[in-house]
Structure formats: structure tokens, C-alpha cells
């Protein structure tokens, strides 16, 4: 029924994901000579998105490495929709959409103040141990930290 | 039939493309603090890789550019198979697989010098006119130089 | 007199000057393989610190490139006192100790959160005329906005 | 004696220092929307240049590190004296002119093809022990590598 698939869209949109929003101001050193943000600075784009989105939810990366676990990049896509420009205050919007296992998946979409959406991307980081950099599952906090956002 | 099949395969792989090698020594500003070269940072081994085969093609793309055409990345993908250290001198492998159209997409291969696979990726690129900033097709003699490579 | 020497060292300190400051927080795209911010990241923090000093005063470089005129680097000095970390939110202090002429001369300071300076540094820029890239004069709005800093 | 002056300066000039040339190709990811490289990126081509210099030497910087020494950077002076563009091929001519003790100075100028200088500058390294990160003298044999140049 419509109704039910209404709802769950709903829910969908409300409830099974986590969603975070950062600026970044675009300095000189982004831009080329196109005068765009060159486009392998959208990579820092995205860092800053979710780090930020991790610190949101009161998970520190810098902690988690001084845990003796590293989040290794396993890939990168970038989808380059309209140039980015100096000075432009970018807004990242970083969408965790399922629950981390071996891997976690990071969405993001950069928007200009008009709100016109420049770039969208997502990464794939895998949890390694720094010790042997052999792969493991998400770590328990972590995992516990988005709960609530996939139930 | 089989025979006729591995003939063609075969004349895929050494006629109907375009490869081309280059070399790149990872330097301190390319690592980050895990010690590897930061994600972000492939996207500067593609455009060598890329502009660099054009190079050996008679393709300058800085002559592209003063005739008032651009060629901006339209979509970037990037796979880390294994980290790219300090000091390493890699090899970027380029492929040019598709003659350009509208688009032009090109595959890269990044190795160590042991001949390990430490990344894969692609970018298509479209072409544009500075002056208008609307896509356009390939240059002619873009298309004619590559047309060897596509019989 | 003594007396007289200390109350005009006071003002030079408390009025003859603009100060700014901003903060930044350290990414890994920023580090390299010690685990410090790599050496040349210094003049993006800079970038960031006069940039923002001068938006404070009501003047955006970007205005001021689309008014024709562009502000170049001439000279950069860096004094690496101690290493900026991963995730470490700096403080960058800008100082515009004299009021610009055909030069404008910034000075920087950075620190961590606990207040120990990590780096300090100046720059010299220049003030052309996109055209023709010649040197001229400081725009006189930027100099009239200054003016009640240097009475 | 006017003569022995002259005979002087001529082995200052060809004996008394350690001379390097190394090339450098200009990247998309260097310029900035002046279209010119971006200041900060200097500190990238002056890197090339000293490791570069001392790989020539016979000394290798990685090898020095994993051996539990870094070589940090103390200082960074850079003059900017015209422009470096898209696709430049440029020197990096780098110049040892005084043994190693505590620290180390490497002086550099960057010119492009026709030989117009664009860039000098100088950075002061010193060396650390990594595991205290405590100063300590020039390692034995890089002093002896580099005193046939200062005879």
C-alpha cells in the first residue's frame, strides 16, 4: 500500500541513517589555474566530512589510532557536478547509511551557499590493526555509537 | 571459434589501446602520517599519468588550453590495494582503452618498483570551451592521433 | 625620559597594530610520515590567517581580484619551532604591524590549544594590476580601513 | 694580490661548495588560479631538490630515517621572483655551501627553460634522534661524504 511505503520512506530518511554537516572555506591553495578546486582536494573535502561526522557522534579518529586501529582509505569515488570556486564556503554533507562491519561506508555531497550541489562522492575504509595492518571488524564503540541510527 | 577469439583478444590487447608508462618518486609532502601517500594524492599520479601519454602522442594539453579548449574531470575512481611508501619509485600506467568522443576516459595502474599493484583508478574527462564553458567533442586531431591505436 | 619610552611602547603594542586570529584544525591530508604537519602546509595556514584578518577589516580578496588587482607572494619566511600534530585545532594570529604601501607585510603565529607556539612566520605581498601585472600602490579603501589601527 | 683573489673565489665557486641540478615538470595540482604555482609548493621542489642532492651523494634520506635519525626542517626562506607556470619545465638548482655540524643549510634557485630565475630561497635542517627527537651533530658519514667539497 502507498501508505506503508510512504512510511517507511519516511523513516528511511529520518531513521536509518546518520547524517552531518560541516563548511570548508575554499582557500587559493585549493584552486588551479581553471580558477576551480582542483580535483583531487575534494579527497580533503571528504576527510573533513567524516572525521567531523565521528566527532559528532563522540568518536575521536585521533583516539582511535592511539588505540592501535587505523581506518585506511579501501576506495575512492568522486562525481564532479559543477566547479567549486575560491572563496566559496562549501557546505560537506557526510551520510553514514549502513552500520560499519569490515568496512564502513561514507557518502558525501559538497553544496555552495546557493545550496547548488558542486560534487558528490563516497569512500570505503576498511578497520585494520596498526601492529600487523591485518583487516578487523569495526570496533565495538563505534559500532555501539550508531546504533541508534539503524535501528 | 576458440582460435578466432584469442586472435581477437589478442589484437585487443597489443592494437586496439593506447598504453603508455611513466615513473614518479613519492616524496615527503606526498605521505601522510600512517606513512603512506595520502589517499587524496592519486589524483596528482593520474594527471601525470594521463598528461604525460598525451605528451607522447604529440598532445600538449597546455596548447589545448591556449587554443581555448579545457579538459575537467567529470568522475575520478580510485582502488588502494596497498600503500604507496616514501621514496618509492613508482610506475603509473596509463590506458587510453576507448578512442575520445564527447568523453575520454583513461585507466590507470600504479606499481612499486618490485612490480607490486598498489592502486587502480579511472577518470573521464569531457571537453569544454573556456570560453563558454559548454561540453563539446573531442579535438579533431586529438581523435586523428589516436586512431592508430584503434583500427 | 624612561616613562615616555614605556607608554609609547604600550600603544605601538595595544594600537599601532591590527591583530587577527583564527583557528585550524590540523587533517591528515596535512601531515606527513614523522607524524608533524609537513613543512609546506605552513603557507596554507598563513594564507588562511591573512585572508581572514582582512575579511574581518571588511575586505575580501575576492573583491579585490574581481576589481582587477591581485596580491602575489614576494617573500615567505617560516620558523619551525614545534611540530603541529594530527588533529591538533591551531590558533594562526595575524599581525599587520604597518600600514600597506606598495607592500603589505604580515606576520603569523601558530599554536595548539595549550598555547605553545609551534610556528611563526612572515609574508610580503605585492599588490598588481591583473592587466598588465605591474606593481602599484595598496587600493585606498584597504589603506583607509587600516588607518584607524595605525593612528 | 688581485690574482689571488681571483684564484680564490674561482675554487670557492667550483670547490669549496656541493652543487645539484635536478628538473621539475608543473602540475595542474601546483597552480593556482593566477595560474601560477602556488607559493606554498615551493617547499615541494626545494624537498626534490636537497634529497635529490644528497641521493647523489650517495646518501639517502629514507635510509636515514629508518636508521633512527629525521632530519627536520628549522627554516624556510623563499623570494618569489616571477611567476612558475602550468607545465614549466624547471630547474632546481640546489647548492650545499657549508659542512654539515648541527644544522644543515641548503640553499636553492629554481629557473624555468629559458633560464630566468623565478625562485631562490633556503630552508635550515636539523638533525633529531627519533626515538627522543633530541638534536644531535650531522650523522659521520654524511660529513665525510660531503667534505671533498669543502676542501
Same mark, same amino acid.
Given at each position: 500500500?502507498?501508505?506503508? $511505503?510512504?512510511?517507511?520512506?519516511? +523513516?528511511? $530518511? ?5 547524517n552531518h *554537516?560541516? %563548511? ?10 581553471? /580558477?576551480?578546486? &582542483?580535483? /583531487?582536494? &575534494?579527497?580533503? #573535502? &571528504?576527510?573533513? /566530512? ?9 568518536? *575521536?579518529?585521533?583516539? #582511535?589510532?592511539? +588505540? ?22 562549501? =557546505?560537506?554533507?557526510?551520510t $553514514?547509511? *549502513?552500520?560499519? =562491519? ?13 545550496? %547548488? ?5 563516497? %569512500?570505503? #575504509? $576498511? ?5 600487523? *595492518? ?18
Open positions: 500500500m502507498k501508505k506503508g $511505503i510512504l512510511k517507511l520512506a519516511h +523513516s528511511q $530518511i529520518f531513521k536509518f541513517m546518520f *554537516q560541516t %563548511t570548508y572555506r575554499v582557500r587559493y591553495a585549493d584552486t588551479d589555474q581553471m /580558477g576551480f578546486v &582542483y580535483y /583531487g582536494n &575534494y579527497a580533503r #573535502l &571528504y576527510e573533513i /566530512g567524516r572525521v567531523e561526522a565521528l566527532r559528532t557522534l563522540g568518536f *575521536q579518529y585521533r583516539e #582511535l589510532e592511539a +588505540s592501535g586501529i587505523w581506518m585506511p582509505v579501501y576506495d575512492l569515488h568522486c562525481r564532479f557536478v559543477q566547479a567549486a570556486r575560491y572563496d566559496d564556503l562549501l =557546505t560537506i554533507r557526510t $553514514i547509511a *549502513q552500520p560499519p =562491519t569490515a568496512r564502513m561506508l561514507f557518502e558525501y555531497e559538497v553544496k555552495n551557499e546557493m545550496g %547548488t550541489l558542486l560534487n558528490m562522492g563516497q %569512500t570505503t #575504509l $576498511i578497520f585494520v590493526r596498526a601492529i600487523n *595492518q591485518r583487516p578487523m571488524p569495526a570496533p565495538a564503540d563505534l559500532v555501539e555509537k550508531l546504533k541508534p541510527f539503524f535501528v
